[in-house]
């Protein structure tokens, strides 16, 4: 059996591993004998090691908002609502993967996008400012490393690596973006990801669920 995080109970107290002792104690006793006495100590117990637990919630969770900060707001939040299990699309006129993937797909995208006509020729704005790679720092500083990758699997994590032991690189890559305006299509690619909508009352249209975008991180540090 695993044992279970310190931070899974952080209401935990000595005083609860007591009582949570002598309820089970009590339990024991009463099964053995069957008296109304010892009926009475397991009920007295009882009530006692569950509302020293409610208590002991309160106070905890009293304590953590007194604390609260603008840039923990959302994990009270999400602490408050719980987590929910997330809800699978079922449609009354498909069912199945293929079928649901494309009533998904023509919901939230286009059936014919529209062509790509990029320049034969492309020219440099002549009031570029250079970047440098200060500021590729800065981009990469503020990018999550637990932040989802896009197709080419390479997270913020990795390029923060590259740069630090070859600076130049993902400054002389990006460049060259911005002094000539122009985003190849190799950037342009993402993965898209369904989500449900919290608080629907059904889930069988595609309106229900909506799409995020997972781009490749080189765009997202260029942007």
Known sequence: ??????????????????LRTAF????????SSRDPYDQSALCS???SYFATIKKAKFTHWS?????????SGWEAKKLASGRQAPRFPSFPDQDTPEGINKALLAHF??????????????????????LSQGEITLALSKSSNTSA????????????????SCPALLTKLVS?????GHNPACLKRANGIVLDKPSKAAYDTPASFRVIVLLETPFKVLE
């Open 24 to 31: 089970h104690s009590a339990s024991q006793t009463y099964k």
């Open 109 to 130: 995208f286009c059936s014919t996008p529209p062509p790509i006509n990029a320049p034969l020729t492309l020219s440099p704005y002549p009031d570029y400012f250079h």
């Open 1 to 18: 059996m695993s044992c279970p995080s310190p931070r899974s109970k952080p209401w935990w107290s000595p005083l609860l591993s007591h």
């Open 176 to 180: 060259p973006l911005v002094q000539y």
């Open 63 to 71: 304590d953590y908002l007194s604390f609260l900060t603008p840039s």
């Open 45 to 47: 117990a009882r009530r």
């Open 149 to 164: 990758p896009g197709p080419d699997t390479i997270s913020y994590d990795v390029w923060k690596q590259v740069h630090r």
